[in-house]
């Protein structure tokens, strides 16, 4: 249960991460790929905030910006106190147990050459001065944890399916104790059939070790399984942010509602949504439109869109919206 009182666990404000490009015979810097374009949100403690668009439209960079895995080139990450981007290196170093990161393709981000009990006892080797026996019971507790037979602690990762595989990776990322997780797509690569039992383990995970998450994903009916709040966003910045419930049901801006539109419901009215098809490609980051950065697509753009840019603003308790139909200059 979250209290309102509580001060955030998670501030952003104002994040971009660009990648230059640099281009001609002098490799000179021409240009920016704005792959994060001032977005701000908060998360508050054991919350989960869904972050959901299009692939492409930024939101992993942002799981990885604020983690510090890229150097994000302006704005400010503070977690649980700790402003993130200024941390020296031996500061940074010793803030990482405690945001972790559960990536989305558990083939790709475990080691084929280490066994079980050493992918998620690496981490203790770094960061702790347990004995090795200390160290192998918490591997046993971390996947007792995480549903893995203690009795496979010796095998290597080829011998496990991909929902097993997933499971060695959020062990591994609560072997510090955490108290944030980014979970970028951690169910894209899996079968369909095991993505619940995975999303029901980050739930379970989360009410017993009263984790935070932010959930990376552009699976909308996951989103809306495991999220409080959903932030969309769109060719590098938030469209809107809402609370779950309210989203689903009445999304405020045009591209979240066109967006949903493709969610399937289950209605027992049997009333269908009427499906919105948006035309047109999405925009180079490196290139984005003047004005609203929807502008080019959506469905109720006005002449003031081109021109000027919506703020993310308040528009109901709770609900921010960039959108001059929400917000009228
Ligand atoms: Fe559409 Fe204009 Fe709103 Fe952008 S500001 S989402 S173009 S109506």
Redesign the pocket.
């Known amino acids: 249960m979250l209290d309102a009182t509580m001060a955030p666990l998670v501030e952003v404000k104002n994040l971009k991460m660009y990648f230059p490009i640099h281009s001609g015979l002098l490799r000179r810097h021409t240009g920016d790929v704005k792959a994060v374009d001032d977005v701000s949100f908060h998360i508050m403690p054991g919350e989960t905030l869904g972050l959901v668009g299009e692939s492409g439209c930024g939101k992993s960079t942002v799981g990885r910006a604020i983690l510090r895995l890229y150097e994000p080139t302006a704005g400010s990450v503070r977690i649980d106190g700790d402003e993130i981007p200024a941390l020296a290196p031996h500061a940074l170093r010793k803030k990482r147990p405690t945001m972790q990161m559960v990536f989305q393709d558990p083939q790709a981000s475990l080691n084929p050459r280490m066994t079980v009990a050493d992918i998620i006892g690496e981490p203790l080797e770094e960061h702790t001065t347990l004995s090795r026996d200390q160290k192998l019971a918490r591997i046993y507790e971390l996947m007792d944890q995480v549903g893995l037979n203690r009795a496979f602690a010796n095998r290597y990762p080829y011998a496990f399916s991909g929902g097993q595989r997933q499971r060695i990776g959020i062990a591994r990322a609560l072997a510090l104790n955490p108290k944030f997780i980014v979970c970028d797509e951690p169910i894209a690569a899996l079968d369909v059939s095991i993505q619940a039992q995975v999303v029901n383990l980050l739930e379970d995970l989360q009410d017993r070790l009263g984790l935070t998450y932010l959930f990376i994903s552009h699976d909308l009916s996951m989103v809306r399984h495991i999220a409080d709040r959903v932030a969309v966003m769109y060719l590098g910045q938030i469209a809107e942010i809402s609370p779950r419930d309210a989203l689903y049901a009445q999304p405020l801006?045009?591209?979240a509602e066109a967006l949903l539109s493709a969610v399937p419901e289950a209605d027992p009215s049997g009333a269908q949504k009427q499906r919105i098809i948006l035309k047109g490609d999405v925009p180079s980051p490196a290139n984005p439109p003047k004005g609203?950065n929807?502008?080019t697509r959506?469905p109720?753009?006005?002449p003031v869109?081109r021109e000027v840019e919506?703020k993310l603003i308040e528009a109901a308790p709770g609900r921010q919206v960039a959108?001059?139909?929400i917000n009228p200059l």
């Open positions: 801006h045009p591209y609203c929807f502008c959506c109720r753009v006005m869109c919506p959108c001059h139909l």
